[in-house]
């Protein structure tokens, strides 16, 4: 089975819509999420296009803040805190990676935990692993609901998760722990990676690396979720999966694109409704 994402997105959206025109109705407002993006990396440009298109298409308010690659740290924290006291402002994103002379730690910890839709700010990962109320990160959030949709089911599973990034890897374990499936966080340095691989259920890949995951690496029958993006030389975009050699042997797998990506956005429309409702409710 193909897990089709793209697809799955685009329903989850088209309720996003449906919804957030009731919650205009009932509250005065929309939700509303402020995009900033520093410089024009084009791949930062075309995932910030991504994302304005599909603020959009959900009905929300909110833009994108262009700023040049020289702006100075302190212009950007300025920008992200006249935003945290915008009372009509409920989600603030900006787009990674930033040029070298700006701490993304720093960036990161200025936006407010509350407006945090990316997930990432400390105190956020830390409601995470201690289990409390938080905002999850889009593209864990967004495998869990793809498992979900796809009706794999986790508990009592053996997932195995390559990459251990405090953006997938490390979130997506603690998620399909909570899940009750036992986790493995696997990478690079990992001794006999394909046969601890081929113990999985469920095998999730994070590592960047195009074809790294190859049929060897699978147990017939198990849900492949491939997180890579990787370019080929002709620029074809190509996850971690060697797709063609894998597809006749999992039971259910993600293809790039069209998988994980579409689903990381539509996360992110999610996120900006819950801290929407989380403000209006005083949460
Ligand atoms: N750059 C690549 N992925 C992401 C993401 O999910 N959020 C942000 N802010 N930047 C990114």
Redesign the pocket.
Known sequence: MIIDGKQISQSLKDAMKIEVDALAEQYGRRPCLMVIIVGDNPA?RS?VRGKIKATEYCGFDGHLVELPEDVSEATLLAEINKLNNDPLVDGI?????LPKHISEDKVIAAISAEKDV?G?HPENVARLWLNQHCILP??PKGIIELLDQAGVEMAGKKAVVIGRSN?VGKPVAKLLLDRNATVTIAHSRTKDLAAVCREADILVAAVGRAKMVTAEFVKPGAAVIDVGINRTEDGRLVGDVDYEAVLPVAGAITPVPGGVGPM?ITMLMRNTIECFLNRMNNK
């Not at 994103?93 to 990676?97: E, I, S, W, Y």
Request: with cysteine.
């Open positions: 930062s995932y994103l900006v787009q990674l990676p990316d990432f889009c593209t953006i990381t």
